[in-house]
């Protein structure tokens, strides 16, 4: 039914359960992955050069995010689902964003991706990458919230 599935992963609990549940219906539909992490390079402005260089900043965030990336590679090798990896940069904003043009362009039919379900004004505050997606989507978006005790809502 679902040939490809874009997959955005952060590290987070949440992320991890999105990622679960993409394998999940991978295996059942034989679909392809294209997992997706976002490098914000917005949190190495100015007020962060005095600790560290802007430039070894962004560079230690790349290498976490290949890292992440491969762990999730291994995880897809290991279940038997062909996937493929993505590093996406943005300077500020909502990775919701990269999110959509990836999903565009590759093109996905799916997209699955954990949400941390905050309400209120955590939401307001911190932002929803998740309700960005679904708004903008153009195809059909599954969140998957992780259990609460490793943090969802």
Request: glycine share 16%; aromatic share 2%.
């Given at each position: 039914m679902y040939e490809r599935i874009l997959v955005p992963v952060d590290g987070s609990?949440?992320?991890?359960?999105?990622?679960?549940e993409a394998l999940a219906l991978a295996a059942e539909h034989q679909s392809r992955?294209?997992?997706?992490?976002?490098v914000d390079d917005l949190i190495t402005m100015p007020m962060y050069e005095?600790?560290?260089?802007?430039?070894?900043?962004i560079?230690?965030?790349r290498k976490q995010g290949r890292k992440l990336l491969d762990e999730c590679l291994a995880l897809c090798k290991k279940k038997g689902i062909a996937a493929e990896a993505v590093l996406l940069e943005r300077v500020g904003g909502q990775a919701g964003v990269l999110v959509i043009e990836q999903a565009q362009e590759w093109p996905a039919e799916l997209i699955v991706m954990g949400?941390?379900?905050?309400?209120?004004l955590k939401r307001i505050v911190l932002g929803s990458d998740a309700e960005y997606v679904v708004r903008h989507a153009t195809?059909?978006?599954?969140?998957?919230?992780?259990?609460?005790?490793?943090?969802?809502?």
């Open positions: 609990d949440a992320s991890h359960a999105g990622l679960n992955l294209r997992l997706v992490h976002v005095g600790a560290i260089f802007a430039g070894e900043l560079e230690q965030l949400t941390h379900g905050r309400k209120g195809v059909p978006v599954l969140l998957v919230r992780a259990p609460p005790e490793l943090g969802g809502a």
